[in-house]
């Protein structure tokens, strides 16, 4: 069975960095893209990074570009999104999510279909 589980959130003050985690079981992480969204209360889901399988294409939404980084080790079945420089406007809770598409596809055009249960990031002074 197919299984995502995010940590790593908590409470951080303004410029501070945390580092998520996405832990997955249950299926081989090679061959899936991994995306990350976030939602704020009173407003959608948004897309916030994706890396495809392969860990050749990677993609930002223009509001973290510069501060966020996602990584992936398939050995380990972990995919990391490591925030710095956070700020108030970065609250929200953060999904991690699959999709199985092997190679460098532009993952933010993906259908993710399995999703972890979320984590709080919370960024408050």
């Known amino acids: 069975q197919l299984q995502l589980v995010e940590s790593g959130g908590g409470l951080v003050q303004p410029g501070g960095s945390l580092r998520l985690s996405c832990a997955a079981s249950g299926f081989t992480l090679d061959y899936f893209a991994i995306g990350w969204f976030r939602q704020a209360p009173g407003k959608e889901r948004e897309g916030v990074s994706c890396i495809s399988s392969s860990g050749g294409y990677i993609n930002y939404a223009e509001s973290v570009k510069g501060r966020f980084t996602i990584s992936r080790d398939n050995a380990k079945k972990i995919v990391y999104l490591q925030m710095n420089s956070l700020k108030p406007e970065d609250t929200a809770v953060y999904y991690c999510?699959?999709?199985?598409?092997?190679?460098?596809?532009?993952?933010?055009?993906?259908?993710?279909?399995?999703w972890g249960q979320g984590t709080q990031v919370t960024v408050s002074s």
């Open positions: 999510a699959a999709v199985p598409v092997v190679g460098s596809a532009e993952c933010q055009f993906l259908d993710f279909g399995s």
